[in-house]
T-cell receptor, first 113, second 115 residues
Framework: GENVEQHPSTLSVQEGDSAVIKCTYSDSASNYFPWYKQELGKRPQLIIDIRSNVGEKKDQRIAVTLNKTAKHFSLHITETQPEDSAVYFCAATSNFGNEKLTFGTGTRLTIIP | SQTIHQWPATLVQPVGSPLSLECTVEGTSNPNLYWYRQAAGRGLQLLFYSVGIGQISSEVPQNLSASRPQDRQFILSSKKLLLSDSGFYLC??????????????FGPGTRLTVL
């Protein structure tokens, strides 16, 4: 089955700087890679995703890159703000008879004012 | 648009008592449904998922069970709660597959404390 590793487990960034969270996956058949943001006490919210037919996707200050050859994908947050402080989870799955997302272990991002 | 409900929002139960958590989805049909548990400060552990009425797949053997009596209803149960069952229980849904994978959306969660 799929295995997703996520690094770092904690990350502190000065407000205004960029943050990068990296994930690697094991199953070469995986073709869908979402990122979730979970604020304290709340549900995980999908913030961005990428499919295997593209290498990069941007949405305002958030971007995700995918390297299928190396089997890794990354979340990039630019011009960080205090409201970016949260736990971020990556995930991977394939649509070949597989209904499950495999999640990474999460990264606690703290933005220092 | 689709919405997902969970209740209760919080629950405090004694060890050995039964449990029933409910999840319902509106605005879609034949969704995949999922139960996750999240211990304090930890990641997401998939407990059960269902691709249709009466179809349940178990990911982790334990004292919990799941049922799907209706298309958009998913229930998590236990006959006797353990202290280790404490956590944040999240229901999620996923629509039918589209090319390249599909999004999974979470409900608001139930915070369970077993004393």
């Amino acid at each position: 089955g799929e295995n997703v590793e996520q690094h770092p487990s904690t990350l502190s960034v000065q407000e205004g700087d960029s943050a990068v969270i990296k994930c690697t996956y094991s199953d070469s058949a995986s073709n869908y890679f979402p990122w979730y943001k979970q604020e304290l006490g709340k549900r995980p919210q999908l913030i961005i995703d990428i499919r295997s037919n593209v290498g990069e996707k941007k949405d305002q200050r958030i971007a995700v890159t995918l390297n299928k050859t190396a089997k890794h994908f990354s979340l990039h947050i630019t011009e960080t703000q205090p409201e970016d402080s949260a736990v971020y989870f990556c995930a991977a799955t394939s649509n070949f008879g597989n209904e499950k997302l495999t999640f990474g272990t999460g990264t606690r991002l703290t933005i220092i004012p | 648009s689709q919405t997902i409900h969970q209740w209760p929002a919080t629950l405090v139960q004694p060890v050995g008592s039964p449990l029933s958590l409910e999840c319902t989805v509106e605005g879609t049909s034949n969704p995949n449904l999922y139960w996750y548990r999240q211990a304090a400060g930890r990641g997401l552990q998939l407990l059960f998922y269902s691709v249709g009425i009466g179809q349940i797949s178990s990911e982790v053997p334990q004292n919990l069970s799941a049922s799907r009596p209706q298309d958009r209803q998913f229930i998590l149960s236990s006959k006797k709660l353990l202290l280790s069952d404490s956590g944040f229980y999240l229901c999620a849904w996923m629509g039918g597959w589209v090319a390249g994978g599909n999004e999974q959306f979470f409900g608001p969660g139930t915070r369970l404390t077993v004393l």
